[in-house]
Each structure stands twice: as structure tokens, then as C-alpha cells.
């Protein structure tokens, strides 16, 4: 059981990122009709650097993002609530 409320609320979490990637992904995913959502990293938990000995809660090991950690964004997108029409849809 996933005990993200996000996820409950029908997000899903796709990956870390910061510019200006993070950005580009957004606009992509909002283009082809997704509603995206930009959460921060959660507060920083204890990590042994890459051995994976110990993960934060999230499972993830942080040691990379220290530091910058105010620079990234977890990107979350769910489908938006009206589908855009793309080229050649025409409307059918």
C-alpha cells in the first residue's frame, strides 16, 4: 500500500529534476494533457553515500541532491481534466 497522498489523490510520481529539464518535462507533459504537479524533495533523511545500506523513507537515496536540494522538484502528473486535441484529432 502507497502512503503518498498524492498518489491517493490519483498523482503519479514520475521522476527528480531541476532546470532545465524540470521545466521542459512540465511543458511536455502538460502539452499532450496532463495536469503536473512540482512537490520539493522531502526534509533530508540519514543516507549512507550511494552503498544503500541505508535509503530515506521514500527508498531513495539522497547523498547527490546535498547541498542543492531547493533546486530539484519531484514532478507528479495525473490526466487533466480535459484531454487537449492534437493534430489530425479534428475534434472526432
Not at 514520475?14 to 499532450?32: D, Q, T
Not at 495525473?78 to 493534430?87: A, D, S, V
Request: aromatic share 8%; charged share 35%; hydrophobic share 30%.
Amino acid at each position: 500500500m502507497n502512503h503518498d497522498p498524492l498518489v491517493q489523490e490519483g498523482w503519479e510520481r514520475k521522476f527528480i529534476a531541476c532546470e532545465p529539464r524540470l521545466s521542459e518535462a512540465a511543458a511536455l507533459y502538460r502539452e499532450i494533457g496532463f495536469e503536473v504537479r512540482l512537490e520539493p524533495l522531502p526534509p533530508k533523511s540519514e543516507c549512507s553515500p550511494c552503498a544503500g545500506a541505508k535509503e530515506g523513507p521514500s527508498g531513495e537515496c539522497r547523498v547527490c541532491f546535498e547541498g542543492v536540494e531547493d533546486q530539484y522538484r519531484i514532478i507528479y502528473i495525473r490526466p487533466g481534466k480535459e484531454k487537449k486535441l492534437r493534430e489530425g484529432d479534428f475534434g472526432r
